[in-house]
Every structure is written in C-alpha cells, then in structure tokens.
C-alpha cells in the first residue's frame, strides 16, 4: 500500500509517482491533497486500485486499462476517456465529455454528469446517480448508459447500438431515438446494476426500476437513404 502526497507537486510527478507505486507491486495506491490537478492517474495499465481523496480536474483516469479509480470528490471534464477496461468512481459530479469513447470497464457517477456524457461511447457501462446534461449518449455505438434522473437535451443523438435507461425526464430525445417498452430482463438488469453499483439509491423513497424508460436507436440514421434526407440534415 502507498500514499502519495499531492501538495506541492506537479502533475508529471504525481503521476511518475503512482508508476513507481505499481512498479513496486503496491495494488492499493492513494492520492491526499490532489488539488483538482489535470490529467491524475492516466494510462495506468494494472490491476490496482488508485483512491483519491479529494476532487480532481479534468481527463482524470483516461486511457486506463484493468486499474480502479476512485474520487472521493468531484471531477472536471473528459473523466475516464477512452477508458478500455477497469472502472472509475466519482462519489461526487462530473464534467463535461465524462467516460467519452469508453471501449469497456464501468464509470460510476454518484452526482449529476454535465454534458456529453458517454458520447461515442463503444462499449461498457456508465451509470449516473443524478441527472445528466445534454447531448449525453451522443452516437454511442455500443454500451449500456444509465441515468437515475432526468436527461438534458439532445439524448442519444444520433445513436448506434448503445442501449439507455432513463429513471427521470427527458426533456428532449435525440435525432432517431425512440423509446421501447422495458422487458423483464431489462427490469433485472437495472436491478443488478444498481444493487452493485448504487444500491443506496434502491432506498431512496419511490424509487424503482420500473421508473425507468428504454431509449434505443430508431436505425434511420444507418444507412443513408436520400429519401431521409431531412432526417440526415437534422442530425448533420
């Protein structure tokens, strides 16, 4: 186990000292007085598990592949990008473009997300305690994107197979997106993804799983037809 105190360094130095850390077979590696630096625990490529304890700024834990990430605060934008596999915390909210271009591994977002959230993301899952902002799903090409509340803008815009459970409001869906009725595997789903990921929002009075509605690709916008041109300009 290593701690590694933050104040005073910079982020080059943090990050060569959590390599350090890896390198010297530590799997529990935390960070205290992380400042809201940028670019914390990127390209980490083990099997450990790196807490924070505190918020963080922007493209924390991106480009990761098997490690943990955990935030015990709130992170700026493009948190876990392009994230291949492991699994990112936020116990507080997130930035714009969080989990963006994910290709597998979990992003856990127990706030709200702002904008972007999961956009073109290829795979994985991402789930959003609270409300997320607009344009979020944003042709998402594979996945699974969960969010409790509700849904800004411009949701699933120009989705590909990216599925979407909304357990609020959507303000306004997205460019071919429609809405499925929820199955009962979907219903299971959900159950086991929030008993393991955010159970303590299983017990918020009123809240569950059968709240939540489906969004899905309407498929218009997958293969070009000039007769859906209008469609094609609205997206474009």
């Given at each position: 186990m290593a701690t590694i105190d933050c104040a005073g360094l910079s982020v080059r130095e943090i990050?060569?000292?959590i390599r350090s850390a890896v390198a010297n077979s530590d799997t529990e590696i935390t960070l205290v007085n992380p400042g809201g630096q940028h670019n914390l625990s990127v390209a980490i490529l083990s099997p450990v598990h790196i807490n924070i304890k505190g918020s963080v700024g922007y493209y924390c834990g991106g480009l990761i592949d098997k490690a943990t990430?955990?935030?015990?605060?709130?992170?700026?934008?493009?948190?876990?990008?392009?994230?291949?596999?492991?699994?990112?915390?936020v116990h507080g909210s997130?930035?714009?473009?969080?989990?963006?271009?994910?290709?597998?591994?979990?992003?856990?977002?127990?706030g709200d997300a702002a904008a972007?959230?999961?956009?073109?993301?290829?795979?994985?899952?991402?789930?959003i305690g609270g409300n997320c902002g607009y344009m979020s799903g944003f042709m998402g090409?594979?996945?699974?994107?969960?969010?409790?509340g509700d849904a800004g803008a411009a949701f699933g815009d120009s989705m590909y197979?990216?599925?979407?459970f909304v357990g609020g409001e959507t303000s306004d869906l997205g460019t071919d997106t429609v809405v499925e009725t929820l199955a009962e595997d979907d219903l299971k789903f959900l159950q086991q993804a929030l008993e393991e990921h955010l159970p303590d929002k299983l017990n918020e009075p009123g809240f569950t799983v059968e709240r939540f509605k489906k969004i899905v690709s309407g498929r218009k916008l997958w293969n070009f037809d000039k007769q859906d041109w209008k469609t094609w300009k609205d997206a474009l």
């Open positions: 990050n060569q000292a990430v955990e935030i015990q605060g709130s992170a700026g934008w493009g948190l876990a990008e392009s994230m291949l596999t492991g699994k990112v915390i997130a930035g714009n473009g969080a989990a963006a271009a994910i290709r597998s591994g979990t992003v856990v977002i127990k972007r959230a999961g956009v073109s993301m290829k795979g994985g899952l991402i789930i090409q594979k996945g699974t994107l969960i969010v409790c197979e990216t599925v979407c």
